[in-house]
């Protein structure tokens, strides 16, 4: 069985394999490196440098941080890649670009699982069509963790769609992938909901009168799903509780002022401005890709495609996503990658109608069994040419000829949102100008790696391998701390201060931006007043890209970042 599937989609695999390798080209420039990416990984080597699964981070001696097991697997699938790549950009970025070529390579069985008659040409053309949308791309180059949980998302709904697997092991597979995700990062929430979601309308239909028997779905299917789904997430908990005692009440803590204790009818108004941010790329310090091709093409395609099919699936993906967000009530840029399977489903699906349209196969009535093509037609070993007289024989090329023509109605609309879709992708990723290792390389020039640097969570990747790091959230825990600013700099020992226009922006714009470092009115006058005192200028550039954590406000000037050396020779006086 493997070996036949190996055969069948070997043309799938080469395609995966070259889209990984070329998106390796600009993994590191596109798109501009955010601060959780170094948060991320940084908590990463500070379970490395410990050996405590168990560690925080220890850039954040200030800033409160709890430990708990929800984001456990990530790290550890991240451990192995910096221990052969190193610590960088590049090495924490890989495990989303592997994790983006294995959903193509799950999304193309899906399509076929979903629409097991459309022509082989028409999947794949989706499958290109998928690999290079912006999203897509956006999410499988950041050291996140949607593409990962994107690719247990599309897993778990191809073990629900196997038509041949046993049912039980088909609910219990895919309820533990779901519940595994929890190890993955807390979104594992809204990936559930679309697979529990259709599970749970296909059970529904199942038992509806005159339902047909060969798809059909029991109680005790959903059952084993919930409970594959609840035993790993289950074990997350606890993990964490053995981590930290009070689990529940500090990670509810820490979810209030991002909006996830709001009424539920806070929640719910939310919804229409988070689509309305996507749509007119309004975004925080989130890059916010162009997605209007996208969002306007969705509803139609979806609805041309339940009207068609009647299949549930894309239904029950975009209904439970929105719920699941809504739920939650933390509408986060990143996690609209979620919904890109039931789109590009939805499209096969009415690129089908096109072809039946044009075919006369179906007087705009859904049809209850459509015959695309007889079999080994449109396939891709047919095109490639497997007669002894190779592609130039007669009895070929009329073969050719005629499939062409039969799949020139849905080939010519896929070719055209391929294209659109391709110009929107480039048309971002070159708008990107600065790359993030001449941004780093600038800092290292001033900050060796053993020296202690304070600064915005990029100077990480100079200083953080060494635990000699301190970020800027800490200050505005001082207070709490029972610290003056001048006591936090003696006791760190900190010799390298990193500042620059943004603090300054910021500064004058409070409190629009105290989501970013905590309200700075409380530390960086003073700081500036002992850099004034104490500190010497040893490098100012310009950081039109990095400069600014602020996406909207990215190369809209030359903002400058500078390094001072605070003189540690005696302690700094009060």
């Known amino acids: ?114 629409y097991p008659e459309s022509p082989e040409a028409l999947r794949f053309l989706i499958l290109c069509i998928l690999s290079v949308d912006i999203q897509f791309l956006y999410g499988t180059h950041m050291a996140r963790q949607e593409s990962l949980l994107l690719m247990m998302e599309i897993a778990s709904l191809l073990i629900l769609t196997e038509k041949d697997m046993p049912v039980l092991r088909r609910g219990i597979l895919s309820g533990l992938i779901i519940g595994t995700a929890a190890a993955v990062h807390p979104n594992a929430f809204i990936i559930a909901w679309p697979a529990g979601l259709y599970l749970l309308l296909s059970i529904a239909e199942s038992r509806l009168p005159g339902a047909s028997g060969e798809n059909s779905r029991t109680m005790k299917e959903g059952l084993i799903f919930l409970a594959g789904a609840v ?69 139609l395609v979806l609805c041309i495609d339940f009207y068609r099919n009647r299949h549930w699936i894309n239904a029950a993906g975009f209904i439970g996503f929105n719920m699941a967000i809504a739920i939650i009530g933390k509408y986060s840029q990143p996690s609209i990658v979620f919904l890109l399977p039931f789109y590009y489903l939805a499209a096969a699906g009415s690129m089908e109608l096109i072809y039946d349209l044009y075919t006369n196969r179906i007087l705009l009535s859904p049809p209850s069994s459509p015959a695309l093509l007889p079999e080994g037609e449109g396939s891709f070993e047919l095109l490639a040419g497997s007669s002894p007289s190779g592609l130039f024989g007669n009895r070929l090329m009329r073969s050719w000829m005629k499939t062409i023509k039969k799949l020139m109605p849905i080939i010519i609309p896929a070719v055209l949102l391929l294209s659109a879709t391709a110009y929107f992708s480039i048309s971002d990723i070159t708008s990107e100008k600065e790359s993030f290792s001449s941004f780093i390389k600038e800092i290292e020039k001033s900050v060796p790696s053993d020296g202690i640097l304070l600064g915005n969570l990029y100077g990480e990747y100079v200083t953080g391998l060494e635990g000699r790091f301190n970020d800027w959230r800490n200050l505005a825990y001082l207070k709490d701390a029972g610290l003056t600013l001048r006591e936090y700099l003696n006791e760190r020992s900190i010799e390298y201060v990193m500042l620059g226009d943004e603090l300054d922006f910021i500064y004058r714009n409070r409190p629009v931006w105290n989501v970013l470092y905590g309200n700075i009115a409380h530390w960086y006058p003073q700081l500036l007043g002992l850099i004034e005192e104490r500190g010497i200028l040893v490098d100012e550039f310009k950081s039109p890209g990095y400069g600014v954590r602020i996406a909207p406000y990215r190369y809209q000037k030359d903002w400058k970042v500078r390094i001072y050396k605070v003189d540690q020779s005696g302690s700094i006086s009060e």
């Open 231 to 299: 035993v790993p997430a289950l074990v997350v908990v606890l993990i964490s509780f053995c981590f930290n005692p009070h689990f529940i009440s500090d990670y509810r803590a820490y979810g209030e002022p991002l909006g996830v204790l709001a009424p539920p009818d806070v929640k719910w108004l939310r919804l229409p401005g988070f689509y309305e941010k996507l749509f007119l790329r309004i975004g925080g310090t989130y890059h916010t890709p162009p997605i209007y091709l996208q969002m306007v093409l969705f509803p």
């Open 1 to 114: 069985m493997k070996g036949k599937y190996l055969k069948e989609n070997h043309y799938v695999l080469l395609f995966a394999a070259l889209w990984f390798a070329f998106n390796l080209f600009f993994l590191e420039s596109y798109p501009f490196v955010h601060t959780d990416e170094p948060w991320l990984s940084g908590l990463t080597r500070s379970i490395m440098e410990s050996g405590s699964l168990s560690a925080t981070e220890d850039f954040f001696d200030l800033y409160p941080r709890h430990p708990h097991a929800i984001k456990i697997l990530y790290h550890l699938f991240q451990i192995p890649l910096i221990g052969l790549f190193g610590y960088g950009i590049f090495s924490v970025r890989l495990l989303s670009l592997l994790a983006g070529a294995v959903s193509l390579l799950l999304f193309y069985r899906l399509i076929r699982n979903i």
